[in-house]
C-alpha cells in the first residue's frame, strides 16, 4: 500500500490489502455504486491476465487456504527485509565522498547486502542502470573473487576494482 519512489515520494494504495467484495459490500452500503473499469476484463494487460486467470487458478490448487491473504503476508515479510536490509548498509556507511564503493566491510557478509550496495553504486553511474542482470551477476562475481580487475560497464566506461574499492572510470 506504501510504495517508495524516486526523489523521496510515496506511491500510496490505501485500498490495495483489500479484497474486491469487501469493497464493493462497503461501496453498497454506503449507498455508492461499483464501477468496474472495462479495460479489467481484456487479456490485453500482463495485470489482467494474472488476475483473470493465475489468480483463480492458484486459489482454487490452494482449496480451504486464503493464498492470497498468504501472499500479502510474504509481501509484508519481504518490506520487513528490504527495510532491514537498508539500515544494515546504512550502518555499513561504505560509500566514500568520491562514491566509491568500499568492500571491506561486505567480507563475511550476505550476499544479498553486497547485491544491494551494488545496485546502489550502478545506479550514480553513467549508464549504470542499463547492465543487464548477466552483467550485474558476473559483476558481483568478480567482486566476490576479489583482486583488482576492470569490468566494462558499455560504451561509457568501466567498473574498477582496485585495493578493495569499486569505483567508475569513464571510457
Request: net charge positive; glycine share 8%.
Amino acid at each position: 500500500p506504501v510504495q517508495a519512489m524516486p526523489r523521496g515520494r510515496r506511491h500510496l494504495r490505501p485500498l490495495l490489502t483489500l479484497k474486491k467484495t469487501e469493497l464493493t459490500e462497503a461501496l453498497t452500503e454506503a449507498g455508492a455504486v461499483w464501477r468496474e473499469d472495462a479495460s479489467n476484463a481484456s487479456g490485453d494487460y500482463l495485470r489482467n491476465r494474472l488476475r483473470n486467470r493465475v489468480l483463480p487458478a492458484w486459489l482454487e490448487a490452494n482449496a480451504g487456504r486464503d493464498a492470497l491473504a498468504g501472499a500479502a503476508l510474504a509481501r509484508e515479510r519481504l518490506e520487513e527485509e528490504d527495510a532491514a536490509l537498508e539500515a544494515w548498509l546504512a550502518e555499513l556507511a561504505p560509500f566514500d565522498a568520491e562514491n566509491r564503493l568500499d568492500l571491506r566491510p561486505f567480507i563475511g557478509r550476505p550476499q544479498a547486502l553486497l547485491r544491494r550496495a551494488l545496485h546502489a553504486w550502478l545506479l550514480t553511474q553513467p549508464n549504470g542502470s542499463a547492465l543487464s542482470r548477466q552483467g550485474f551477476e558476473a559483476l558481483l562475481v568478480a567482486i566476490r573473487k576479489g583482486g583488482d580487475t576492470r569490468f566494462s560497464l558499455g560504451i561509457k566506461g568501466f567498473a574498477i576494482i582496485r585495493r578493495h574499492r569499486l569505483s567508475y572510470v569513464r571510457a
